[in-house]
């Protein structure tokens, strides 16, 4: 097998330097929780989130405060191995390895964990070797070039970050690639001749628009295809006709904002369906009538965090007014041809959904800056709460995060449990990187975890160097 240049690390130590304090506890402190925690893992699946609660309200304060501590230097530990392991031990993944570096390295980056530069320097030359010569990355060396690996690789070297990692991408072939990849119909396919969804218009969007390649050309049609997805429930399906999903509302909504077109949406109704995910465990649901996971943290926690950034145009959209400010004047400026038509609401209701041309949607790269820029309504969720599902039931003590109690850990799930405890960590903060305020954190402030530019979930300070790289290029 083809070997990982993360494995050929010769990686005895760690191979990375620590740059976070250790967190206030003591090897008895991680013992006696461990203790607790592994007596729940005898009972149902079901029982285990609600006694999980009992024992916390129980619990004396000092247990109570170690309950909800982040056990940093565990994660790292963990993502560390996983790391070294790349090569041998994910066979299984082996279609799946930029995203593991994904994963593993983005965490990292939210645990404000600085990599050693053999270690960087191995992931850039692997992610070079899964690079399709004719634009896009593949799941290894060798492979057919996909949306979603592709995806992954350049948000992996967008965080590593350095000159060497984000020369290495050829954002022309790749600009060719996403243009193949894209249908008659604007929307994009996951590899060629393969499935078309929500999924792959958001990696062709969030990396063209990351990379300063986003253009007409690319965006024409796909807030088409997008508005096509909303299902009667407020939430976004993966293709036309099927279930609303967290993970496709994610995409879809972040999509629709990179392509200025996010007025075009439902937003009460999509705010209504994601805001209805939280449930009583104060975990996220993927979609209607399942169970919470951890990784919808990142997914709804995620959607809802971008819209606190949506607020005005909800609001307008709750006066019904029939365009918006910013719609109308492309309107008059003769950019937007459009034809409007009525679909059926839940209720009863009709909504007007308006199909149209916007020939300046998703010019260069300024719409991922300005967003973040844009006033922070405030939480529409429990932020807290959702901290407490991901610490007391998604967080593994020795280290990385899992769906729910009785699951087994996994670097996805430990990515987008991070992600979702940033994301709630910040939805106070005023500004995109502010420090939020002491009450916003549960538990110790040092669970505080770096922010994210929850278009792209990406370390905000990579975006920015990122943003600055790249805006440059013509
Ligand atoms: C950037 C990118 C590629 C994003 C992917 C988004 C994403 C997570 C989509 C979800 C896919 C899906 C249908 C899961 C349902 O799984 P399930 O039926 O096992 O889970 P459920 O019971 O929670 O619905
Ligand atoms: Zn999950």
Known sequence: MESSPIDSSSNASSGLSSSTSSPPHSDRDHRQITLTVTQLEQLKVEEKVSEIYRILSGAPAHTQTLMLEL???????????????????????????????????????????????????????FLSRCKDINGGYGGGPGQLPHLATTYAAVNTLVTLGSNSALLSINREALREFLLRMKDFCGAFRMHHTGEMDVRACYTAISVASLLNILDFEITKGVGDYILRCQTYEGGIAGEPGSEAHGGYTFCGLATMILINEVHRLDLTSL??????????????????NKLVDGCYSFWQGGSLFLIQRLLSIAENQIKSLPMSIEQEQLSME??????????????GSQRQIHYFENKDAGKGSATGLDFIRTTNGGPLFHSIALQQYILLCSQVLEGG?????????????????????????????KSADSPPPPNAVLGPYSNLLEPVHPLYNLVLDKYYKAHEFFSVMS
Not at 334 to 347: E, I, L, Y
Request: proline share 4%; net charge neutral.
């Open 401 to 429: 995060f899992k769906d729910k109690p009785g699951k087994v850990r996994d670097h996805y799930h430990s990515c987008y449990c991070l992600s979702g405890l940033s994301v709630s960590q910040y939805s106070f903060s």
């Open 71 to 125: 056990w940093r230097d565990k994660h790292i530990e963990f993502l560390t191995r996983g790391l070294n392991q790349l090569g041998p031990t994910y066979r299984v993944l082996d279609a799946n390895r930029p995203w593991l570096c994904y994963w593993i390295i983005h965490s990292m980056a939210l645990l404000r964990e600085s990599l050693d530069i053999e270690v960087e320097n191995n992931a850039v030359d």
């Open 334 to 347: 003769g950019n937007v041809d459009s034809a409007a038509f009525t679909v059926p609401k839940p209720d």
């Open 271 to 288: 705010i209504d369906w994601v805001a209805f995910r939280q449930g009583l465990e104060f975990g996220f649901q993927g979609r209607t």
